[in-house]
């Protein structure tokens, strides 16, 4: 039962262009949201989170808008760089706080 | 600042032999987490320690795998015995729980090969 899914494997966009990461889940507990990105040899690294009782953060040129109604969030990137290319994960965490459900990722490839 | 630190990186064995994986948390951190990524199965959580107790097992795959935080500066992932399938990178993770974020930091990750 994947609770978290990203259901599109890959992304390909131009530099400068926006890019759109998408991520859907299905347990009505969640309720803080976060995306990790990861290069290569090289463990998740944590890039913008959000709480259910937001519908929007912001941190520079990284977005995340959250729907819960729709339970789906996505990541926004503007304006995509050549060093944004790498596998972006979203996850999710329960009232507990501990416990994080990630999607299976999206590979981002950003072209020049 | 150190992160997460995990050792090896990488790690070749025969099926049947013990395999022990390291990690040392970022220093303050109350929580640590083990995950494996793999491609079929993306990245799961198997274990994960609060204030050095486990707290949550059910991920871990069956009773060849083992988990241990002797204190707080230090978890091992044992797998006894080691078989082909458990070829996967595996992460330890840290976060200090009891804030209003759930932000957890990842170590760079054991890639296992088990032949």
């Known amino acids: 039962d994947q609770q978290v899914k990203q259901n599109s494997p890959s992304l390909s966009v131009q530099e400068g262009r926006i890019s759109i990461l998408n991520c859907d889940y299905t347990n009505s507990m969640f309720d803080y949201f976060l995306w990790y990105k990861k290069y290569p040899a090289e463990g998740p690294t944590f890039l913008i989170s959000i709480s259910s009782i937001k519908d929007k953060n912001e941190d520079g040129r990284f977005t995340v808008f959250l729907n819960k109604s729709a339970k789906h969030l996505s990541l926004h990137i503007v304006p995509s760089q050549p060093g944004d290319s790498a596998v972006y994960f979203c996850a999710a965490s329960g009232i507990s706080g501990s416990r994080l459900t990630f999607g299976e990722g999206t590979q981002l490839t950003v072209n020049p | 600042d150190a992160g997460v630190i995990q050792s090896p990186r990488h790690e070749v064995t025969e099926m049947g032999q013990e395999v022990t994986l390291r990690c040392k948390p970022i220093s303050g951190h109350n929580s640590l987490f083990w995950y494996r990524q793999t491609m079929m199965r993306g990245l799961e959580l198997l274990i994960y320690f609060n204030n050095n107790v486990p707290i949550d097992d059910s991920g871990m795959p069956e009773d060849r795998f083992s988990a241990k935080m002797p204190n707080a500066s230090f978890s091992t992932l044992k797998i006894q015995p080691s078989e082909p399938r458990d070829s996967a990178v595996y992460f330890c993770?840290?976060?200090?729980?009891?804030?209003?974020?759930?932000?957890?930091?990842f170590g760079p990750g054991t890639r296992l090969t088990v032949t």
């Open positions: 993770a840290s976060s200090l729980q009891g804030l209003s974020s759930y932000e957890q930091y």
